[in-house]
């Protein structure tokens, strides 16, 4: 085989007799198959355990989710069954409308405060690297403290909140016996929790905007309202796309909140007549504490394609919006 | 075992987790060269059986038993479940809550038929409902034999009754309720005294204690068909249970909630059915300034008990006939009079109940209350249930039914209906 790499000694046409040595040709056949594999092999680790961890299961679950699958080990094989009985399932649409009521109810406000923030924190404010740090502290607090402590903010007989509602002469609420009442307690932990978070996203987006794009604009006569709407909003628009995505994604998998505020020994159920039961959570009843596998595999892919879908009208939304 | 349900205790479970994985390389086999057999115990909460092994260890010397503990039984579960269904992991002896046991009995193809092992002559070692519980419904296969039970009384504040003018000795307490019908017109007199508090907790310990109490099977007949509608005794529960709601005897707190731990130490109920593991419990919410406060008595009718485990052989041991012997020693009278003394898991076994170490238990903070003897009679009082595969779901539902009636979301009527319509729903 002829060596068709270009040299640089005969391109400059000096010392045009000498032949590479024979053992460059290994070292070249090393170095190409360096620079051809090694950014995969860089890579590799990666896709080695999203695929042991994460693509396998998925696909397992699917697999499980054509079966009646119980505590007797492997079952048959049923098909859609499962599927078909889960579009028929009250408690299935009941647990789906509680998860996308209480992730708007979690995202919408969320990210609005966080962008209020980001943007007050964004200009001048005393004592700015405490407050930067301090919007960030409850997202270190561990979400099992977040959801005990809220849980005695809302408790019925002796929280705080019925406790301040009872000052202004309003009846005492039992929060987990409503829907709405429910939502609003267990929002208000996600709230509490990730706009700090959402607020940090939004702050290192805005400080990248040029400060000349509001110099103008003041010299324009705009005020900070409207610079922040016409400026800074589509300024920071990946950030937001990207905050919205992963708020979508965590919202459908709430879990642990709503897990703790229910309490008592049944509390996977979201309440007497799952008043706050996600999706996730039942799921989680269904596997493993009814024992059917196989339609609580069918409850995960329904949430996966849930997310699916929502991060598509997502993404399609802002598109558009461009 | 305690049966501490469904409480899950960080602390506990990170050291039974820890143990799991530290333990993790000690396999079902022949140690290296000493001939001995190894034989894995998995256990949830405290059984209380150390110092058995070391005993069976210096009389069984080619036998050396490891231990896996799991805290809580929430942890314990799933793992369980995986150990089966994988037919891996599972080790040599396995502890069966008694939920979970009504589980398995629908596949009794996992557990070893203790018959083969010699365990017919053992049946009179245990409560006749205790024995029935491991026994498939042909009689022919004994999945497990019995540990402890939670053996159950009424426990009740003597502060509150000496204010609502109702006795407060626990043999005059008792006999203020022979049946729940006069439970019911105690609590409305307890109620008329204006005390501030409710007379019960939570309509479930109450629902789930006369349920038991009425026939020898609840949701399931005895060929696992379901029969939440048509048996009178789930009704004859249920409308007992709404009667004593719609008087307002229930405080409607969520048992193990922050609320009801509040409870006990503000004296939100005035009584409680209490399984003997509910005792510490009990205690440790009330606090010291309460002591003597809070007795036992009887429970209203004939007996109750709440939770309970078994021991069982999973098939895939190596060691079956082994692990076998081993659970018969555990679970013999003398065993479980072992696990009383060390942990108070409350025994099985007629022959252990009658011993004196229980016979003569009193609890201090409860006024010395002769606890063992008061859940013994409870326990022996109680005739045998059949339990079918799903009755802890369908319990579960059947619970939140009554949550919703207590919350007057529901009218009772329209309450049973959903719980008649779940329970089907989850059986087909």
């Known amino acids: ?322 | 075992m305690p049966v501490r349900l469904r409480r899950t205790l960080l602390a506990t479970a990170l050291a039974g987790a820890l143990a799991a994985t530290s333990a993790c390389g000690g396999e079902t086999g022949d140690s290296a060269g000493s001939g001995k057999t190894t034989l894995v115990i998995k256990t949830f909460s405290q059984f209380g059986y150390e110092q058995l092994f070391a005993e069976y260890e210096a009389s069984h010397p080619n036998i050396s038993i490891e231990e896996e503990n799991i805290g809580s039984l929430g942890d314990y579960l799933p793992k369980l479940q995986q150990w089966i269904a994988t037919g891996e992991g599972a080790g040599d002896v396995v502890a069966l809550e008694e939920g979970i046991l009504s589980q398995f009995m629908a596949n009794p193809q996992h557990f070893v038929n203790l018959f083969d092992h010699g365990a017919a002559e053992l049946e009179t070692n245990f409560l006749d409902w205790k024995w029935r519980q491991a026994l498939t419904s042909d009689g022919n296969k004994l999945i497990g034999l019995g540990t402890d039970i939670g053996a159950q009384g009424m426990c009740y504040r003597t502060d509150l009754f000496a204010e609502a003018g109702l006795p407060t000795d626990r043999k005059a307490v008792g006999e203020l309720w022979p049946t729940w019908e006069e439970y019911l017109a105690t609590g409305e007199r307890f109620l008329a005294a204006d005390t501030g508090a409710h007379f019960f907790d939570s309509s479930n310990g109450i629902y789930q204690n006369i349920l038991m109490q009425q026939g020898d099977h609840t949701y399931y007949d005895t060929s696992n068909n379901l029969v939440i509608d048509s048996n009178p005794a789930v009704r004859t529960a249920w409308d007992m249970t709404v009667d004593m709601v719609e008087a307002g005897l229930s405080a409607n707190i969520e048992p193990w909630s922050p609320q009801w731990n509040a409870g006990f130490k503000n004296g939100t109920f005035a009584t409680i059915p209490c399984p003997s593991w509910m005792l510490g419990t009990i205690e440790e919410q009330s606090g010291p300034e309460n002591a003597d406060k809070w007795d036992v008595a009887r429970v209203p009718g004939d007996g109750a008990v709440r939770g309970g485990s078994f021991l069982a052989v999973p098939t895939q041991s190596e060691h079956q006939a082994e692990a076998a012997e081993l659970v018969k020693f555990l679970t013999s009278p003398e065993g479980q009079i072992a696990a009383f003394k060390s942990k108070n898991n409350f025994p099985s076994s007629p022959q252990a109940i009658d011993d004196p170490a229980v016979q003569n238990f009193t609890n201090d903070y409860f006024n010395d209350a002769p606890v063992g003897k008061i859940f013994g009679e409870s326990a022996k009082a109680l005739q045998p249930v059949y339990l079918g595969p799903d009755n802890n779901p369908i319990g579960d539902r059947v619970s939140n039914a009554l949550v919703a009636v207590e919350q007057d979301k529901l009218s009772p009527d329209e309450a049973w209906k959903k719980a008649v319509e779940d329970a089907k729903r989850l059986v087909n």
């Not at chain 1, 460059?24 to 995969?40: C, E, N, V």
């Open chain 1, 1 to 322: 085989m002829t060596d068709l790499r270009p040299r640089t000694a005969e391109r400059t046409g000096k010392n045009s007799d000498v032949t590479p040595p024979p053992r460059r040709r290994l070292g070249d056949f090393l170095g190409r198959m360096d620079a051809k594999w090694s950014p995969y092999l860089f890579v590799a680790p990666f896709f080695v355990i999203f695929g042991i961890f994460g693509l396998f299961p998925l696909g397992y679950t699917a697999w499980v989710s054509l079966h009646k699958w119980s505590m007797g080990g492997s079952g048959t094989f049923i098909g859609f069954e499962n599927y078909v009985e889960l579009f028929d399932d009250p408690d299935f649409w009941n647990a789906t409308i509680n998860t996308l009521g209480m992730l708007v109810l979690a995202t919408v406000p969320q990210l609005l405060i966080a962008l209020v923030l980001a943007s007050l924190l964004n200009h001048g404010l005393r004592g700015l690297t405490i407050l930067r740090v301090g919007v960030l502290l409850p997202i270190v607090t561990s979400v099992a403290a977040v959801g005990i402590v809220f849980s005695q903010i809302y408790a019925r007989d002796v929280g705080m909140v019925n406790g301040m509602l009872g000052l202004i002469g309003v009846d005492a609420v039992d929060w987990r016996a409503d829907k709405w009442s429910s939502w609003i307690a267990i929002s208000t932990m996600v709230n509490w929790r990730w706009t700090g978070y959402n607020a940090l996203i939004y702050l290192a987006a805005m400080q990248s905007i040029p400060r000349d794009l509001y110099e103008a604009a003041t010299v324009d006569g705009a005020s900070r309202i409207r610079q922040f709407w016409n400026i800074t909003v589509p300024m920071i628009r990946p950030a937001i796309i990207f905050t919205v995505i992963m708020s979508t994604i965590a919202g459908m998998q709430l879990f642990t909140e709503p897990l703790i505020f229910g309490q008592g020994s049944y509390a996977i159920s979201g309440g007497s007549l799952r008043q706050f039961q996600t999706l996730s959570m039942y799921m989680f009843e269904k596997a493993f504490r009814d024992f059917e596998y196989g339609y609580g595999s069918a409850v995960a892919w329904m949430i996966f394609v849930l997310i699916m879908l929502l991060a598509l009208i997502n993404f399609l939304i802002m598109r558009k919006g461009k």
